[in-house]
């Protein structure tokens, strides 16, 4: 594995086409298990880190973002990572903020309601990875299930010539969705967290038994939130796959999601419905606990 610095040294270093994994690093297993996949095609697997400004609101929460280069470049490697492209501000943002990239109303509900600018940021930094490193693929989580349907937006509206590849939800052993922010978490608040994913949980035993009315869905998630006075729910909604809208029933490919405040943590969950089966997707559950809280 190399690690580089500039575009320009990326396309120089890949022989073949490219598979790409964005990250803002503090790598765990979910960010492995796409840079896994994407060691898997064949191709030249490039791992980015990039913590990116401009997707925080708050300023305080980008410096409390977990940072540590020298760990996420063992553990890309590991995975299978054959150059690790970890850029400066000035790579990314030559000419300042001044191009963005939005992408109109996929980005509004949800995430977009609570963080404004948010999927600007996000969009404008995938257009950026995508220009510069010309990627055949790349690999997305499907935790950020709104996120997902941003990138295949940004990537239909602009013409990218890439295959936007989605990967399941690994989660720690007790079911929370694994998030580089976990490490954030106080221990006095660890259990509440589960909150989320068992909100969601109950939701998918209900779509399982037939339940397609998103209000009825979103009760019954709801009521299993509330248990938990701790957790702060932002949002709770059902929404359609592709266009992140909240829908009213789930006549379409959907996902339930949440979003939620646990001792000033903000976390994010989701899990996936196919409309026709309405069998859902919980993800993948680590069977011992996560890297995340190895020592440094
Ligand atoms: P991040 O470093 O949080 O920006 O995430 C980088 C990529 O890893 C994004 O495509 C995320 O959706 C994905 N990712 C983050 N957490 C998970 C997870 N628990 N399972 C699967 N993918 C994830």
């Known amino acids: 594995m190399i690690i580089v610095r500039t575009f320009g040294e990326v396309r120089a270093a890949a022989h073949s086409a490219v598979s790409l994994v964005p990250t803002m690093g503090y790598l765990h297993e979910g960010h492995m298990s796409l840079i896994g996949a994407a060691s898997q095609t064949g191709d030249t697997t490039v791992v980015s880190l990039f913590v990116n400004p401009t ?6 929460d980008f410096v409390a973002y977990p940072h540590n280069e020298a760990r996420d470049a063992a553990i890309a490697e590991a995975a299978g990572c054959d150059i690790f492209f970890a850029p400066s501000a000035d790579e990314v943002y030559p000419l300042g903020h001044r191009v963005t990239v939005s992408v109109g109303g996929v980005g509004d509900a949800m995430e977009g309601r609570f963080r404004h600018g948010h999927f ?19 690999f997305f989580g499907r935790k950020d299930a709104q996120q997902l349907a941003v990138v295949r937006t940004l990537r239909d509206g602009l013409r990218f010539p890439v295959e936007v590849i989605g990967m399941p939800t690994v989660r720690e052993q007790d079911g929370l969705a694994l998030s580089s922010r976990n490490t954030q978490i106080g221990k ?5 967290a589960l ?3 068992r909100a969601l949980f109950s939701a998918a035993d209900a779509i399982e038994q037939g339940e ?9 998630a709801r009521s299993v939130a509330a248990a938990t006075p701790q957790v702060e729910v932002e949002y709770l909604e059902v929404a359609d796959s592709m266009s992140a809208a ?6 379409r490919d959907a996902f339930v999601a949440i979003a939620a405040k646990v001792g000033g943590v903000r976390l994010i969950d989701n899990i996936a419905v196919d409309a026709v089966t309405l069998a859902t997707d ?7 606990q996560s890297i ?3 020592e440094d």
């Open 55 to 60: 997707q925080f609101g708050d300023s305080a």
């Open 120 to 138: 600007e940021g996000v969009a404008t930094v995938v257009a950026k990875l995508f220009a510069g490193v010309q990627p055949r693929r790349a």
């Open 188 to 192: 006095g608040v660890r259990r509440e």
């Open 195 to 197: 909150s989320l994913s």
């Open 212 to 220: 397609r009315d998103s209000a009825a869905i979103a009760k019954i």
């Open 246 to 251: 909240p829908i009213e029933e789930i006549d």
């Open 282 to 288: 919980r993800g993948i559950m680590l069977d011992k």
């Open 292 to 294: 995340l809280y190895e």
